[in-house]
């Protein structure tokens, strides 16, 4: 079946720093990736979608210079957090659209900033 | 080895009918399981979640789930599908990471 492998699955980083998240897509292409974040307990927001070859769209809300979403080739996205603060500590999921509308999810990355 | 697996890609169901999605789970240890819901261009939305209280998970809109440690299911179900509970539905387990399934397409049938 399809696999979405995101990786780290665990990053702890110093408050200022920037983090890196990646997103592939490892049997099929994903012309449309989507970025997620939970806070606990609460449902998963969508923070942005990510079209392979163009900018991604943002949600309300979300900021596009603090996250940076990158989708260079159609089984690649990835997510840096920059300038990291307590604040963004989160679970940051990504899924990718395999074309026939099925979504198939990463793992999740815990994003701890000290 | 923790995975989860929707049985069923696509669910269709009258008005009025009851809805049940399933979901079958495998973990070595005591899961926390969830249902989400998804509509179209929207984000992921929280339905209920189990952790290891009670059995019978009551969730919003009228959407309830029974975890059966036996039968290694957390089954969804709905007495009353609405036309508005039409949407795409995730059975999700977390044990330090998330494992998804495929997700079930509730289509209802006015």
């Known amino acids: 079946g399809a696999v979405v492998s995101q990786h780290p699955s665990r990053v702890i980083c110093k408050s200022g720093t920037s983090v890196k998240i990646e997103c592939r897509s490892l049997?099929?292409?994903?012309?449309?990736m989507f970025w997620y974040r939970q806070f606990p307990k609460q449902s998963l927001m969508l923070m942005a979608t990510?079209?392979?070859?163009?900018?991604?769209?943002?949600e309300q809300g979300v900021e596009k210079d603090k996250f940076l979403i990158n989708h260079a080739s159609l089984t690649l996205s990835t997510l840096t957090v920059t300038s990291a603060h307590p604040e963004d500590s989160s679970f940051y999921i990504c899924?990718?659209?395999?074309?026939?509308?099925?979504?198939?999810f990463g793992s999740g990355t815990q994003l701890s900033v000290l | 080895a923790q995975s989860v697996t929707q049985l069923d890609s696509h669910v269709s169901v009258s008005e009025g009918t009851p809805v049940l999605l399933r979901c079958n789970y495998s973990?070595?240890?005591?899961?926390?399981l969830f249902w989400y819901v998804q509509h179209p261009n929207k984000g992921l939305q929280l339905l209920l979640k189990?952790?290891?209280?009670?059995?019978l998970v009551k969730g919003i809109n009228g959407f309830e789930a029974e975890f059966k440690k036996s039968e290694t299911s957390f089954h969804l179900t709905k007495p009353s599908a609405h036309m508005s509970d039409a949407a795409e539905y995730f059975c999700?387990?977390?044990?330090?990471?998330?494992?998804f399934g495929t997700g079930t397409s509730l289509t209802v049938i006015p």
């Open positions: 990510s079209n392979e070859g163009s900018k991604a769209t943002y």
């Open positions: 049997d099929f292409q994903a012309t449309t």
């Open positions: 999700v387990l977390f044990n330090n990471q998330f494992y």
């Open positions: 189990y952790t290891s209280a009670a059995t």
């Open positions: 973990s070595s240890y005591s899961p926390s």
């Open positions: 899924s990718a659209n395999r074309g026939d509308e099925k979504l198939f």
